[in-house]
């Protein structure tokens, strides 16, 4: 959990909250879970909703959060899974038990080989995606992005224009801890 | 991260649908911690001898860039007294 603490580490020195600067950034997940709680409960006594501050960390598991989307708290929400690799990107959203809804790729949009690994093509898978998922009644969804490939903003930015609300963005690129050697290395 | 809390870690909330400004700030959050940097190294294997040669040259770099950071501050300082007092 070492890359947890140090995320957590960084976001508590960032300058987002103004009363952060009174608390010692340890990095341990307990004091960015206090600290949230702090600006959640300096946030519910303001009096309107528009000066709540705005927290870029998202509510954590074991915490009661008043923010809800459509109803929905943020853990009901369903997931937008982006799988972009370097030849192409896969789309499928799921709600949050993991049950599927919609899958979509730049391979079903009609493009073939090289062009699938364009950023072009992600945005129509976005679009995509999101017109079924619209369809199907979702309107708020969370992102989780896997793998660093060309199509790893635009199918975001397809989800936004086709009309899906992105509440949050996660980064679930899979790093081994020196698991499986990978292929040898390209001499051009 | 099957094995960790999902939703915990590099993860960004949008504010007012500002879904490019969510994505800058999860890509700088990422870079600062190495973790592009580190997929981008793993996608081929890098032999020992290779990684070792890397290590030294980012080392040797910046120990290298460090330094010459502080004397630029030391050398663009504006507030010391006036060495010309008196005159």
Redesign the interface.
């Known amino acids: 959990?070492y890359?947890?603490a140090?995320?957590?580490c960084?976001?508590l020195s960032a300058p987002v909250i103004p009363h952060s600067s009174s608390l010692v950034s340890r990095g341990v997940?307990s004091s960015a879970q206090r600290l949230q709680e702090a600006a959640e409960s300096s946030a519910s006594t303001a009096p309107a909703k528009t000066s709540r501050e705005?927290?870029?960390?998202?509510p954590?598991?074991g915490q009661e959060s008043l923010l809800r989307w459509g109803g929905k708290k943020?853990?009901e929400l369903p997931i937008a899974h982006i799988k972009a690799t370097y030849n192409n990107t896969h789309i499928q959203v799921t709600d949050h038990l993991g049950q599927y809804m919609v899958r979509t790729s730049c391979g079903t949009e009609g493009f073939k080989n090289v062009k699938k690994g364009t950023p072009v093509a992600a945005q129509t898978a976005g679009i995509s995606a999101a017109a079924k998922a619209l369809v199907k009644g979702v309107s708020f969804v969370?992102v989780v992005v896997k793998g660093?490939g060309p199509g790893r903003?635009s199918s975001?930015?397809g989800l936004?224009m086709g009309g899906l609300?992105?509440?949050?963005?996660?980064?679930?690129?899979?790093?081994?801890h020196n698991g499986c050697?990978?292929?040898?290395?390209?001499r051009m | 991260?099957a094995n960790?809390?999902?939703?915990?870690?590099?993860?960004?909330?949008?504010?007012n649908?500002n879904?490019d400004t969510?994505?800058k700030?999860?890509n700088r959050?990422?870079t600062?911690?190495g973790?592009?940097d580190?997929?981008?190294r793993?996608?081929?294997?890098?032999?020992p001898c290779r990684r070792r040669q890397r290590e030294n040259y980012e080392a040797c770099r910046r120990i290298y860039s460090m330094q010459m950071g502080e004397k630029i501050s030391f050398l663009m300082r504006r507030n010391r007294q006036d060495p010309w007092a008196g005159c």
């Open positions: 959990m890359s947890v140090r995320t957590t960084l976001r997940c705005f927290s870029v960390f998202p954590l598991p943020y853990e969370r660093l903003m975001i930015k936004t609300e992105v509440v949050s963005i996660t980064d679930n690129t899979p790093i081994p050697r990978p292929r040898k290395a390209r | 991260m960790h809390l999902k939703f915990v870690a590099r993860t960004v909330m949008v504010q649908g879904v969510a994505y700030t999860l959050i990422l600062t911690d973790i592009v580190e997929a981008k793993r996608r081929y294997y890098e032999k």
